[in-house]
């Protein structure tokens, strides 16, 4: 509607006729069909509106139960037609039951939705609906690894899932450590800079507001600010309402035990130490080796410190 040109030589009613069917375009597909022939329903849609309507501010499912043919589908209809548009995208699917008994009953409600949420005509999903199921196999049900495997798959080409498919799959079942291993493959997809980072706050700064780690990493020529966003995307870490990093402890424990693969027997080989005991020991027999990056100390007397030499 916006820019409509009007001319003086126009005709004022063919104006509006125009302006009324270009309304009706729009709005043609927003609103269900339901039959103006309805008794005592009223006292039902208000119900349902005061559940919607109660004050919180998280998303709302209310569920309507009952034999067949006492019109809940009408009454979803009715609540439907009230409340659509304060929202900016919504669709209506009915006879989902039904349509899903179908083989291709799944991808054609999926197109429907999607059509209405995009608002683009015809838009076609492909059936992906069996190589996910795959996924979720390898990830044995495991939320988090569900959570940063879709994250690591995410807007990716078939092939590069069907690749990933494979390597998750030759993880032996009976690594002690499955979780870790299937949780690796999304660090191996990092870069350099953003495997650090990650190892980073792994191993030391988990709970400690980015603001102040920040500096460091970029003197370091880290680029902090696309690093975190990467880690963020895949789910690997993100940060609280204050700014400061988080991991769930899977992940904590996958980046130290990447650190620790470095020298198994030898922690002050390792490019990070947060151990006290390891730390101290180094110091103790003048084990310092360039290559350690950065140790932390707890002690009873001891404010916690930090010690960078870094040679990334």
């Not at 030759?170 to 495997?195: F, M």
Request: negative net charge.
């Amino acid at each position: 509607m916006k820019g409509w040109h009007v001319t003086e030589s126009d005709s004022q009613g063919a104006i509006i006729q125009q302006i009324l069917s270009e309304v009706e375009l729009h709005l043609g597909g927003i609103y269900t069909l339901v039959t103006d022939e309805l008794v005592g329903i009223d006292s039902h849609v208000e119900e349902v509106m005061t559940l919607l309507n109660s004050s919180s501010s998280i998303g709302k499912v209310v569920g309507i139960h009952g034999m067949g043919g006492l019109g809940k589908t009408t009454l979803s209809k009715v609540v439907y037609n009230k409340i659509c548009t304060q929202f900016e995208r919504f669709c209506f699917l009915e006879d989902v039951r039904e349509t899903l008994t179908n083989s291709e009953g799944a991808l054609s409600l999926q197109n429907k939705l999607i059509s209405s949420i995009l608002k683009k005509d015809n838009h076609q999903v492909s059936n992906d609906v069996a190589i996910s199921e795959e996924f979720v196999k390898v990830a044995a049900g495991l939320p988090l690894a569900l959570k940063v495997i879709g994250s690591l798959l995410f807007r990716r080409e078939r092939k590069f899932w069907e690749e990933k498919l494979i390597e998750l799959q030759g993880i032996p079942s009976t690594t002690e450590n499955k979780v870790q291993e299937r949780l690796k493959i999304s660090y191996n997809e990092l870069s350099h800079n953003e495997k650090q980072i990650f190892l980073d706050i792994a191993c030391f700064f988990v709970g400690t507001h980015k603001d102040l780690i920040y500096y460091m990493w970029s003197g370091c020529d880290f680029y902090p600010e696309s690093g975190i966003t990467t880690l963020i995307h895949i789910s690997l870490m993100k940060l609280d309402e204050g700014n400061h990093f988080w991991m769930h402890d899977h992940i904590k424990d996958l980046g130290r035990a990447i650190v620790r693969e470095e020298d198994i027997q030898h922690p002050y080989n390792r490019s990070r130490i947060w151990s006290t005991d390891d730390a101290l020991d180094m110091f103790r027999n003048a084990k310092v080796k360039i290559f350690v990056n950065g140790l932390m100390i707890f002690g009873p007397h001891i404010n916690e410190k930090y010690i960078f030499m870094r040679n990334d």
